[in-house]
């Protein structure tokens, strides 16, 4: 079996962590995000994954040379020469999603989720038509683009673009799974599947709908990235409560690395990650956070709703919160409050930040 995973662009939106390392390898729950993604396409028996790429490819391409014989998959990259949108990536890929005449998978490298590529796969091959795509209900569809399925049936009838009346609440979980015959829809040009695809995909009785099971999280910025680790980690306490920590220092979901070191007093949780290396001090209060790989939060320190870059720490009795994200070698000095703050790598904070900015 086969898979393209879209690792796409820039990142922005996910800044500063991406100034050090595109969004796939951005670390979500102690692995890069890319990481949970092939795991799962290989446990299902995918052996050739496609990775659509047009920003630092040669990163990519070394960071994936372990995962091959880790996961006994191979991974192929598909350098963009400019960015092809998310169609464009498959005519470009096509000699190996074409290979032969068994379906592949196609997804977003931002989306997180319990990935039931079982189920998709079966649900596809049931109905027997060209495509099939997995949606996940929202609360407010006004925001989104809708799906709406024939009566009673599974095979998609339209897209509503921010419908203004109700039609539906369920939208594209950025997961697909296709038969090769979509290719001859498809040009090796700029594209967007959701725009110049599906649409006619739907208009030909072709591609059916099923709805994701569990949580689904698009985690490519801060605010989101700390809502996806939240309902993460709450699908582990459902399934492998063990993975998590235990003790009196924690408070609900907590994921700690073996190698972290946790000081004295603390009350840590709910929804916190701590990475390897990481060094916690004395009385450090942390929720709804993310600390990476090699950080230090001192002595007294509030952490809350703020993802701690690599390499960085907090100063003791320091505050941060507000969707602070500190890049990678931040250091924000004692005593000082940052709230909102998106600081850039290699930059040191003393000074109080009390509303959102960018600190460059």
């Given at each position: 079996m086969k898979a393209l995973i879209l690792?796409?662009?820039f990142g922005t939106r996910l800044r500063p962590l991406t100034f050090s390392v595109p969004k796939p390898l951005v670390d979500f729950c102690n692995k890069p995000m890319i990481m949970h993604q092939i795991q799962a396409l290989a446990k299902v028996g995918v052996t050739d994954i496609v990775l659509a790429v047009n920003y630092?490819?040669?990163?990519?391409?070394?960071?994936?040379?372990?995962?091959?014989?880790e996961f006994g998959v191979r991974i192929h990259f598909s350098i963009e020469?400019?960015?092809l949108g998310t169609a464009g990536p498959l005519a470009l890929a096509r000699n190996i999603l074409?290979?032969?005449?068994e379906p592949f998978f196609v997804l977003n490298s931002d989306v997180i989720c319990e990935f039931p590529f079982e189920e998709l796969i079966r649900f596809h091959r049931s109905h027997g038509c060209e495509g099939t795509l997995m949606t996940t209900p929202v609360e407010d569809p006004s925001k989104y683009g809708v799906i709406v399925c024939h009566s009673g049936s599974t095979r998609i009838q339209r897209f509503v673009e921010k419908p203004k009346e109700w039609v539906g609440d369920q939208i594209n979980a950025g997961i697909y799974v296709f038969n090769p015959k979509i290719l001859e829809r498809i040009e090796n040009k700029p594209m967007s599947i959701e725009k110049e695809v599906f649409p006619f995909m739907a208009r030909d009785g072709q591609l059916h709908a099923t709805d994701l099971?569990?949580?689904?999280?698009?985690?490519?910025?801060p605010k989101d990235f700390l809502t996806g680790t939240a309902l993460y980690l709450t699908s582990i306490s459902q399934n492998n409560a063990s993975a998590l920590a235990h003790g009196p220092n924690f408070v609900g979901s907590v994921l700690i690395d073996p190698t972290a070191k946790i000081g004295e007093n603390c009350k840590i949780g709910p929804n916190v990650v701590i990475g390897p290396g990481v060094?916690?001090?004395?009385?450090?209060?942390?929720n709804r956070s993310v600390v990476m790989?090699?950080?230090v939060v001192k002595d007294n320190a509030w952490v809350s709703n703020s993802i701690i870059g690599w390499h960085s720490s907090v100063?003791?009795?320091?505050?941060?919160?507000?969707?602070t994200v500190l890049g990678e070698d931040v250091h924000v000095a004692d005593e000082i409050f940052v709230n909102g703050g998106s600081v850039l790598p290699h930059k040191s904070v003393s000074a109080n930040i009390t509303e959102p900015k960018i600190v460059m």
């Open positions: 690792v796409g662009g630092q490819p040669e990163v990519m391409v070394s960071a994936m040379r372990k995962v091959e014989e020469p400019e960015p074409a290979k032969d005449d099971k569990g949580f689904w999280a698009d985690v490519g910025q060094t916690i001090g004395n009385g450090v209060r942390l790989r090699g950080s100063g003791r009795w320091a505050r941060l919160d507000g969707t």
